[in-house]
């Protein structure tokens, strides 16, 4: 399957269009032969493209459904903003419904071939659209490709595993732990490093097709890890979306199991929990992590 493109996914379409076109002509023919009358036949013809125009005015493609609900949604959005339950709903199942070949992906584009290992391997992002109230884009990851932990502040995100699979860690904060407490790494050590405990939401992988994943801002693995087992794509739809004007700026962290630091004394955990917790800390952005821009080639969004 090569690179989709706009033409590729609206060929169907168009191609129906061109037979019921046919189809008339031949159908205006007959009426001619059998000597109907003449502003009848004119009549049946501007009723027929009457119908074409309608029929294709009412075809909407599942992005740009994504794009209208978006807007309805996150209309309101602003940090902390959560949607209703039936807006979640809604968004949810016009996302489990996309397919690759909606958004114009296919897994034998370059950028989902393996790399070199010297490093880690590039990702890429396909920007869809960006308002002060959500942004669409996707993120292609080639095999072993890796997001690193980080965060969504004061976010809802939807996230759509188009197709492959990929291995999720996510987190959410530890609601009365100690807040930025100070954990030091070997008795023997004085330097104490600022962390603070988050407990693990989700550990394992997934696999396309499968159901939309939603976090939010104060749950539902808020700060997570992506790594690619395969060659893979995630639509994330996110409301509202990163603003540092705003305060909503991108921190990654480094994650240390409970019993790394002396500090796991100050909060008291049964021992066959203990896996499920973790201490967090900020970090600078990976140096060896490279997201480059991508021109999107899917479906144009009517923004009107």
């Known amino acids: 399957m090569g690179r989709a493109t706009v033409a590729d996914i609206k060929g169907r379409d168009f191609s129906e269009l061109d037979k019921e076109a046919k189809e008339n002509t031949e159908n205006t023919n007959k009426g001619s032969n059998t000597n109907k009358n003449r502003n009848t036949t004119t009549s049946d013809s501007r009723g027929r493209k009457n119908r074409r125009r309608q029929k294709k005015t009412m075809v909407v493609h599942p992005v740009q459904r994504l794009f209208d609900a978006c807007k ?182 480094l994650a240390y199991p409970f019993t790394k630091f002396s500090g796991d004394e100050q909060v008291s955990i049964p021992d066959e929990e203990k896996n499920n917790y973790a201490w967090l800390q900020e970090r600078d952005k990976p140096e060896d992590l490279v997201v480059k821009g991508a021109l999107y080639t899917g479906p144009v969004i009517r923004e009107n």
């Open 72 to 253: 309805d949604v996150f209309a309101h959005a602003g940090t902390g903003f959560v949607p209703p339950p039936d807006k979640i709903e809604q968004l949810s199942a016009l996302l489990d419904d996309i397919k690759p070949v909606d958004v114009g992906l296919s897994p034998r584009m370059s950028f989902f071939s393996p790399q070199a290992a010297r490093r880690a391997p590039t990702i890429t992002y396909l920007h869809i659209h960006e308002c002060e109230k959500f942004s669409m884009g996707i993120f292609c990851l080639p095999p072993s490709g890796v997001l690193p932990l980080h965060n969504h502040p004061g976010m809802t995100v939807f996230s759509k595993l188009l197709f492959g699979t990929m291995h999720i860690k996510s987190y959410d904060w530890v609601v009365g732990a100690p807040s930025n407490a100070s954990a030091v790494a070997e008795p023997s050590q004085t330097q104490c490093l600022e962390v603070r405990l988050a407990k693990v939401k989700v550990d394992s992988n997934l696999t396309a097709p499968c159901k939309t994943s939603i976090l939010y801002p104060a749950d539902g693995g808020n700060m997570h890890c992506f790594t690619a087992v395969t060659a893979c794509a995630v639509l994330d739809v996110l409301g509202p979306p990163y603003s540092d004007a705003e305060g909503r700026h991108c921190t990654y962290y």
